[in-house]
């Protein structure tokens, strides 16, 4: 009896864990695909109606702009974060006397919450009291920098935001990745002559390969479900240009009152993530059993 209890101690143990995950987790997403389905607005209906919902939603000129946005943002902070990553870790990469201070330097963006980051970006984008002020303040009184209440440049703010706070995770990871090559090919290809950069791109990143991969879902993850970040610093504005999918649902869900509008633009979002996640976690499956 005695041996049957400890063999089950590791489940007692994680019964109210996965009964937790079970109830609140997928419980709700199985709501939220339930609710999506019927003619909702205030308070929930159980009453299955089929796609009203979706056709109203994508039927939305908010909507559009949304994914617009999400588009324009997911594309440019994807692209610029692993960029600036992958160059400031190559050049950490050369065992400067301060990386340990450089190193720590760019993580720390990375210990602050989005919230923080959106009201420290928006003191300095702000017109009257960051860039632009102290630039006219200099002497240059004609500088204009009003991206933050300009409707049609507002979401490139929210890019420099989340750029800021992201490239010190992705060097990191790109870091890491760059120590792990083993060195004896590196230095074989130097008695070649191979030249440098020739042998960063044939040999070096070409091995990082799943680390890219690695550096992209999280990214786009982090994209996808951007909230603070669009709250803090636009608050979804000027009017609603910097609205992403996930500002539109707490919009719905809690300003207009609208659950089954929020429900169905969740599980589109719920879509998105499962279009990037799924092929990813498929091509490690299959990786593994090769």
Do not use: C
């Not at 301060?98 to 720590?104: A, F, Q, Y």
């Not at 490239?167 to 191979?194: C, H, P, T």
């Not at 690695?214 to 994209?223: E, G, N, P, R």
């Not at 539109?248 to 969740?266: E, P, T, V």
């Amino acid at each position: 009896m005695l041996k049957w209890f400890e063999k089950q101690v590791p489940k007692i143990v994680l019964a109210p864990s996965f009964i937790a995950i079970l109830l609140f987790v997928y419980g709700f997403i199985v709501w939220t695909g339930w609710v999506s389905l019927t003619r909702s607005r205030l308070l929930p209906k159980y009453d299955i109606v089929g796609f009203i919902q979706y056709e109203r939603l994508f039927d939305s000129p908010r909507w559009d702009t949304a994914m617009s946005n999400l588009f324009i943002f997911g594309v440019l902070f994807i692209v610029i974060s692993m960029f600036l990553g992958l160059l400031i870790a190559i050049l950490l990469d050369q065992k400067i006397r301060v990386e340990g201070v450089l190193r720590t330097i760019y993580l720390y963006p990375m210990a602050l919450s989005l919230i923080v980051t959106g009201t420290a970006w928006k003191w300095i984008l702000n017109p009257g009291l960051g860039i632009e002020s102290v630039v006219q303040g200099w002497g240059f009184e004609n500088f204009k920098f009003d991206w933050l209440i300009n409707p049609d440049y507002a979401i490139y703010t929210v890019v420099i935001a989340g750029v800021w706070q992201a490239s010190g995770f992705v060097m990191a990871l790109f870091l890491a990745g760059l120590r792990s090559v083993d060195d004896e090919v590196i230095k074989a290809a130097r008695v070649d002559g191979i030249p440098t950069t020739r042998i960063y791109s044939a040999i070096i990143l070409p091995s990082m390969a799943p680390i890219f991969l690695s550096a992209f879902i999280v990214l786009a993850h982090l994209a996808i479900k951007s909230f603070d970040l669009v709250i803090a610093l636009t608050g979804g504005g000027p009017g609603y240009a910097t609205d992403l999918p996930a500002t539109y649902m707490y919009a719905l869900a809690f300003s207009r009152g609208d659950i089954g509008q929020a429900a169905s633009s969740a599980m589109v979002m719920m879509m998105v993530v499962f279009a990037i996640v799924v092929p990813y976690l498929y091509s490690e499956l299959r990786a593994k059993n090769d």
